[in-house]
C-alpha cells in the first residue's frame, strides 16, 4: 500500500509540472519541418496503444521509414508513459486522460520503448518494440 501511495505522489508531481517526461534531445529525432513534409505526403499511420501494469497492447508496432506516425496511449490502470528516448518521444497517460504524439520515422531500426512512470513491482519489466523498415 505504502509504495501505491508514492506512485501516486510521483504521478500528482509529474502531472503539476506539466505530465510530459522531457525528451532528450536525439540526432534521430525529426524537426519540424520533417514533420511537416512527411505530414503532406500523406504517410500517416496511427495506433491506439495500451498500457497496464505491467506491459503493452500491442507490444510491437511496424512502420515504414519515412511515415508520419501518430501514437495515441491509453492506460486500463495507473498512469503510465511509452518514452522512445532514441527518436525524442514521450506520450504519457493517465487514468481517464489518454496522451498522443506524432513524429517522423526517419531511422531504420528496432527502437525499443519503456514506461517512465514508476507503476509498481513489474515496472522495469514493461517494453514494447517500435520497429522501423
Not at 509540472?17 to 529525432?29: D, E, F, I, Q, Y
Not at 519515412?66 to 518514452?83: E, Q
Not at 489518454?98 to 531511422?107: K, R
Request: with cysteine.
Amino acid at each position: 500500500m505504502e509504495k501505491r501511495l508514492v506512485c501516486v505522489f510521483l504521478l500528482f508531481v509529474l502531472v503539476a509540472c506539466g505530465s510530459k517526461v522531457p525528451a532528450r534531445a536525439s540526432p534521430l529525432a525529426p524537426s519540424v519541418a520533417d514533420v511537416a513534409r512527411a505530414q503532406a505526403s500523406g504517410t500517416g499511420r496511427e495506433f491506439s496503444v495500451e498500457a497496464f501494469q505491467f506491459g503493452f497492447e500491442p507490444a510491437e508496432i511496424h512502420v515504414k521509414q519515412g511515415d508520419t506516425v501518430t501514437i495515441h496511449l491509453s492506460t486500463r490502470d495507473v498512469g503510465h508513459s511509452l518514452t522512445i528516448e532514441e527518436l525524442g518521444v514521450s506520450v504519457p497517460a493517465l487514468p481517464g486522460k489518454a496522451g498522443s504524439q506524432t513524429f517522423v520515422a526517419g531511422q531504420k531500426g528496432s527502437f525499443t520503448w519503456r514506461c517512465r512512470i514508476p507503476c509498481g513491482s513489474g515496472h522495469k519489466g514493461m517494453s514494447g518494440t517500435l520497429v522501423v523498415e
